[in-house]
């Protein structure tokens, strides 16, 4: 299918929160990455999202050219066209962007969909994020609120945060006195304020003792609970329409019946880094193990091409990163979802 347009993505994004399941948003860095998450979304026949980080963007323009637009413009095209033929929807997502990089990655990929729709082709990215956790919340408003403002134009729909995600992704960290758990009256304010911008929709992720990274069992205090107290004091003060569609950051090496339960209060999608990384290295590391006397030239000998070729341990990580997404599909309970049929 194609990429998802706006009206195909909010029907997805209303339907999770209705059914009570999440989409798997998956980081993806290279092309071996994209096809690995379009892969294990297609064999569980769920829709899903795609998404790349300022840091993922930099790496996929190479490593002479470091530039975070035109890689996440490079990675968003491959996508664009690998993604009709599979036959379930995805949409594509910008991660983490923080206020001082809004000028140098968001804007200029919305100033390229707002160019791509002035010539009448598809957006080329249908969602972005903008971090301003790290900001007092009347700050992170008002620049979320002016985004928005903007995003509305051209069916753009964002993510913003509230609270501070605990842990590190892309060498990013969260200071030891980051506020883990959003309060009521915090998201209270997120929802009078981006609600007031009619037309526009936005997601929010709101905190509730999420760490990015992993951890072991027992590190990581998660209260889904928090999440229903700021969904009930939304609905109650300014009715349905305001209730939430959620983000969950941070969820590697969760429980599943937490996931279920933040599943439960409007969770419509899981950001997943950390725990696909490690699929795809672990077959890396399969592959060199076993092979070992092949991939090296050992006492003047000639190794085994086949070996070594990078494609083989590349074929080995895809269809372990694929198995790793159907797994995230199945706890996210959106196996069988896809609206493409
Ligand atoms: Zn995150």
């Known amino acids: 299918m194609p990429v998802a347009d706006h009206a195909r993505y909010c029907e997805m994004l209303d339907r999770a929160r209705k059914e009570r399941f999440a989409y798997p948003a998956i980081n993806v860095t290279s092309l071996t990455t994209a096809n690995a998450v379009l892969r294990g979304l297609a064999e569980s026949r769920s829709d899903g999202i795609v998404q790349v980080s300022t840091g993922g963007a930099a ?42 990089k809004l000028d140098t990655f968001v804007i200029p990929l919305v100033e390229e969909t707002e160019r791509r729709r002035a010539a009448g082709r598809p957006n080329l990215f249908n969602s972005h994020m903008f971090d301003g956790s790290a900001l007092p919340l009347k700050e992170n408003l008002d620049i979320a609120v002016k985004l928005l403002e903007r995003f509305r134009k051209s069916d753009l729909i964002l993510e913003i945060e509230a609270g501070v995600v605990g842990g590190e992704e892309d060498g990013i960290k969260a200071s030891a006195a980051a506020k883990l758990y959003t309060t009521p009256e915090d998201t209270l304010e997120v929802a009078r304020r981006l609600g007031a911008v009619q037309g526009a929709r936005y997601l929010l992720a709101a905190t509730f003792g999420n760490v990015h990274g992993v951890y072991k069992p027992g590190h990581v205090k998660l209260k889904p609970s928090i999440l229903k107290d700021c969904q009930d004091a939304v609905v109650g003060k300014l009715g349905e329409a305001a209730r939430f569609y959620l983000v969950f950051h941070g969820g590697s090496g969760s429980e599943l019946h937490e996931i279920h339960e933040a599943l439960d209060y409007g969770v419509v999608k899981m950001n997943i880094d950390t725990d696909m990384q490690y699929a795809f290295t672990r077959a890396v590391a399969g592959h060199f193990f076993r092979n070992y006397d092949g991939i090296l030239k050992v006492d003047g000998e000639v190794g085994n091409k086949k070996a070594y ?24 309970r959106a196996a069988g979802t896809t609206m493409a049929r």
């Open 59 to 100: 790496f996929a323009s190479g490593a002479a050219v470091k530039d975070m637009v035109l890689g996440a413009v490079s990675i968003a095209e491959h996508v664009h066209r690998v993604a009709e033929r599979h036959p379930v929807y995805v949409a594509l997502h910008t991660d983490h962007c923080q206020a001082d």
């Open 309 to 332: 070729d990078p494609r083989s341990y590349l074929a080995a990580a895809e269809t372990a990163m694929a198995e790793r997404v159907k797994q995230a599909v199945k706890e996210l």
